[in-house]
């Protein structure tokens, strides 16, 4: 997917950095931190794009590709996005440093496979938990820099155990099949989370 069309429009428009990864983190030491983690310094920044690229097919060692996000927040423009809790936000997708887009031994990110996918299957209402919030800043970036229209979002609150741990698949805490399975009703369900109606 982003050898495709995304890389052809990044690359061409020079807004990808081409960087050896475990160079990066080890370089990176007590980076500023974004809402993904450290900052990326900028340490490939500094190497002539086309060095960059020979580089990586040269060596064949790990490499991730990452959008200039000074390049591509002023090609992007002011940009805002809707939530249907908080209304219209101003996108503020700098806070995120340069991020990954792809990885040689992975071909897409979350953040670029989510705006893709969405596009493609015509979602006009993103609804995802609180924890992603954040990533809606650079999720409307990558809409306005790919030339797609926004979606709304909704971003609900967390459900969370006694204790207040957020329940995650990841984690097997109970999923809304389990429930089912156990036979409890939707009203069950929506008394135990605290979401109405």
């Excluded at 990864?21 to 370089?27: C, D």
């Excluded at 805002?80 to 209304?87: F, I, V």
């Excluded at 995802?128 to 030339?147: K, M």
Aim: overall charge positive.
């Amino acid at each position: 997917m982003f050898s495709n069309r995304t890389g052809e429009i990044c690359r061409s428009q020079r807004r990808i950095s081409d960087c050896n990864i475990v160079v990066e983190i080890e370089r990176s030491g007590r980076a500023p931190q974004g809402p993904d983690g450290p900052l990326y310094p900028g340490t490939c920044n500094k190497i002539p794009f086309e060095k960059r690229e020979a580089m990586m097919r040269a060596r064949g060692a790990s490499y991730a590709l990452r959008l200039d996000m000074q390049m591509a927040c002023a090609a992007g423009g002011l940009l805002t996005w809707t939530d249907r809790g908080q209304g219209s936000i101003k996108a503020q997708p700098m806070k995120f440093g340069d991020i990954v887009l792809a990885r040689k031994d992975v071909p897409t990110s979350y953040h670029l496979s989510s705006v893709v996918d969405d596009h493609q299957q015509g979602v006009t209402l993103v609804t995802r938990g609180a924890d992603l919030f954040e990533a809606s800043h650079l999720h409307r970036l990558l809409q306005a820099l790919l030339g797609y229209e926004p979606p709304d979002y909704h971003h609900h609150r967390l459900v969370r155990d006694p204790v207040g741990r957020r329940l995650a698949k990841r984690d097997k805490d109970l999923t809304i099949r389990s429930l089912r399975e156990a036979n409890y009703t939707p009203e069950e369900v929506r008394q135990m989370t605290g979401f109405e109606g």
